[in-house]
């Protein structure tokens, strides 16, 4: 097999010139801070959503710690939510002085494994976060259920459920908070973005101030013809308001959503039938309910050699990839910090040395899937 030239990366927005020229016509307009295009990007994640408000940020972490900000969790709460998540999820947790409270995932599908939540349920849980792991949407009418019935909040990590959908309802539809990025890596990208999606008029005025120093009105609203400069700071708050700039790459990539999400199950749909004989390699399961698959990720586990060996390969094939994630329970300061509370989670452990994202991105070619998978057949084939 001839090895490409050209390095194959793990990840690349697809921007054109409608990107573009949404992004140019904001410079020229003068006003590039938080104003009416972030505002139309809100009431656009609403329409997609059905959430009833919808606040864009900086990144999908800043929702996170609003989200538990706005609810006043605090020093001895407990915060369920899976292992395998990315880092930041346990970190506002720990930072809000709350305890992680760590649940078992299907190895299959890499989700939050319902039947494993109740067990973990104390008089300290305040909230469970499961997430829609790299686009397949966890088991939303379980997961509920177990909230109603022990009066607890659901905050979705949608990070990677942009077009994702559970039995017809789009993650964040469900009267939960959600919490969607917007990072260069993600189905829609702002560059650096997230938003999040309440269905709670009063939760939603809260994170609204918090979001921006406490102050009631943003920018565009004081500074703008007839705006009052004049402000009051309600409660104190932080710096994490979206600006204009980002929301207008953000609007236009939410114009070619379907277009781009089309194009990634086509291609994780090569990825399945041109990997789909290789003994040694585990391809990513998709649940039994009804549902669609936003692909914003494709994971294989490598079991037939060595996770490292494996990456060796593929970077000497000129191919990137991703790791999609450390499990958070074995982070050094988890470690430290709530060994008490980690638990048995084997199935996690099971995939946790074994997960490798592949290249997946809108751009990609046909031929490129082809490429990475005669690469993986090469590398089983001379590691066994």
Not at 122 to 135: C, D, L, M, N
Not at 186 to 206: A, P, R
Not at 270 to 294: A, C, F, M, R
Not at 321 to 344: D, M, R, T
Request: glycine share 8%; proline share 4%; with cysteine.
């Amino acid at each position: 097999m001839k090895i490409r030239n050209e390095f194959l990366p793990f990840s690349r927005p697809s921007i054109g010139e409608t990107e573009i020229n949404k992004v140019v016509s904001c410079l020229k307009s003068g006003w590039i801070t938080t104003g009416a295009l972030a505002g139309e990007l809100e009431d656009k994640f609403c329409a997609l959503t059905s959430a009833s408000r919808a606040i864009a940020l900086n990144s999908a972490t800043a929702g996170m710690h609003l989200a538990l900000s706005a609810m006043d969790i605090s020093a001895g709460d407990e915060i369920i939510t899976p292992s395998l998540t990315f880092a930041s999820t346990v970190n506002m947790i720990a930072l809000r002085g709350a305890i992680p409270v760590f649940v078992d995932i299907d190895y299959g599908t890499l989700n939050i494994n319902p039947g494993s939540i109740e067990e973990k349920i104390t008089s300290r849980t305040k909230a469970i976060i499961p997430v829609h792991f790299a686009g397949v949407p966890a088991d939303m009418e379980q997961i509920n259920k177990l909230a109603a019935k022990y009066n607890l909040t659901v905050i979705e990590d949608a990070a990677h459920a942009i077009g994702t959908y559970y039995k017809g309802v789009h993650a964040g539809g469900f009267g939960n908070i959600a919490i969607f990025s917007f990072h260069p890596i993600k189905n829609i990208t702002t560059g650096e973005g997230g938003m999040i999606t309440v269905n709670d008029t009063l939760l939603e005025k809260k994170i609204r101030l918090l979001r921006f120093h406490g102050i009631e009105r943003d920018a565009w609203k004081r500074y703008g013809r007839g705006g009052n400069p004049t402000y009051d700071i309600a409660a104190p708050g932080y710096k994490y308001n979206l600006p204009d700039l980002l929301a207008a790459l953000g609007l236009a990539q939410l114009e070619r959503l379907q277009e781009l999400n089309l194009r990634r199950s086509h291609l994780a749909g090569l990825y399945q039938n041109g990997l789909k004989d290789i003994q040694g390699i585990d391809l990513p399961e998709v649940p039994v309910y009804d549902h669609t698959h936003s692909w914003h990720l494709f994971i294989i586990k490598v079991v037939v050699i060595k996770r490292d060996e494996f990456m060796q390969r593929l970077a000497e094939y000129n191919i990137g990839y991703g790791l999609h994630f450390p499990p958070a329970h074995l982070l050094k300061y988890v470690q430290e910090k709530y060994a008490g509370n980690i638990g048995n989670l084997l199935e996690t452990e099971r995939a946790a040395d074994r997960i490798i994202s592949l290249p997946l991105f809108p751009d990609m070619q046909d031929a490129d899937i082809e490429y990475v998978c005669d690469a993986i057949k090469e590398i089983v084939r001379h590691g066994r």
